[in-house]
């Protein structure tokens, strides 16, 4: 199924009391390219978190956010310094005595010294944490991947039609080529009369003439290789695997084909749809960017 490059999933869940929260962006990207947020003490799922994606993400430039939120603050455990605690009291005690001063002493005071504490951080499985962690990614990459399908399918469907349109000015260009060569003829034919006037005409040379004219200007070949194009991609937008880049060579040969007929035609109503195709062609190129 074709999907856009562009996309965002949200996932929260509560896992052995830890509030874990994922969320993915992305954006239009030529590869693929990860980049994550990641609380520090968790720095190392990065890398598994950017092998976790890109297992269903090919393309885009991919962005996680992980917030890891201790519910019941089992992780850290605060102890009391003893030594250094009574250590400050018989200090400010005898800076009251020796100068003089109220003892006030209270334990409001007493915590305004860091120092008084020992913090000893609950030491974590990094397995069970990723367990935990991929666990929600997984969600939220299902959601990040749904969005991407709807919209790719919006856009498959907006191809499509941009196609049939191609196909419609194609046959327009089919249809003026024979008339081209036969109005060529006509005009080499009078020309020739106003010039020779009373001299008898050749009129296997003037078809020899027009023959060669039609040569020059044939756009057969132009228009079957256009055609299998754009068969090519049809089937490209019903394939289950990444397409853009094939999407974008056979792009890059619709517009050659197309340039191709618009250097031989010499025609003002080919012209014209030589235009028309060229601006519809380029409408593509700009919507498969956005294509995994």
């Not at 965002?8 to 896992?15: D, E, F, L, S």
């Not at 994606?53 to 850290?76: D, T």
């Not at 997984?138 to 469907?157: H, N, S």
């Amino acid at each position: 199924m074709l999907k856009s490059m562009t996309g965002y999933g949200r996932a929260q869940q509560v896992i052995d009391g830890k509030e874990i929260l994922v969320e993915i962006r992305a954006v239009n990207h030529r590869y693929y390219e990860f980049s994550s947020r990641l609380p520090r003490a968790y720095s190392y799922l990065d890398e598994k978190l950017k092998s976790f994606l890109q297992g269903r993400v090919s393309r885009g430039k991919v962005e996680v956010s992980v917030s890891i939120n201790h519910l019941e603050g089992k992780e850290a455990q605060i102890q009391l310094n003893h030594a250094i605690a009574r250590g400050y009291i018989t200090a400010l005690r005898e800076a009251n005595a020796s100068l003089g001063l109220q003892d006030d002493l209270s334990l409001s005071e007493l915590i305004r010294f860091p120092d008084i504490f020992n913090v000893q951080k609950q030491t974590e499985d990094e397995n069970e944490i990723w367990a935990a962690v991929s666990s929600v990614a997984a969600d939220a990459l299902d959601v990040f991947v749904k969005m991407r399908e709807t919209e790719g399918a919006r856009l498959c469907a907006d191809l499509q039609q941009k196609l049939s349109g191609i196909e419609t000015m194609l046959a327009q260009v089919e249809e003026a080529v024979p008339r081209m060569t036969e109005q060529y003829r006509e005009r080499l034919y009078n020309k020739l009369t106003e010039i020779l006037k009373n001299v008898e005409i050749d009129p296997q040379r003037v078809l020899t003439e027009a023959a060669i004219f039609s040569e020059k200007t044939a756009v057969d070949e132009e228009t079957v290789r256009l055609h299998s194009h754009i068969a090519q991609f049809r089937t490209l937008l019903e394939a289950t695997d990444a397409t853009g880049r094939k999407l974008d060579f056979l792009v890059q040969e619709m517009n050659r084909e197309v340039n191709t007929i618009g250097s031989k035609a010499q025609d003002i109503t080919i012209t014209r749809v030589v235009v028309d195709l060229k601006s519809e062609i380029e409408k593509i190129r700009e919507q498969i960017q956005n294509l995994e």
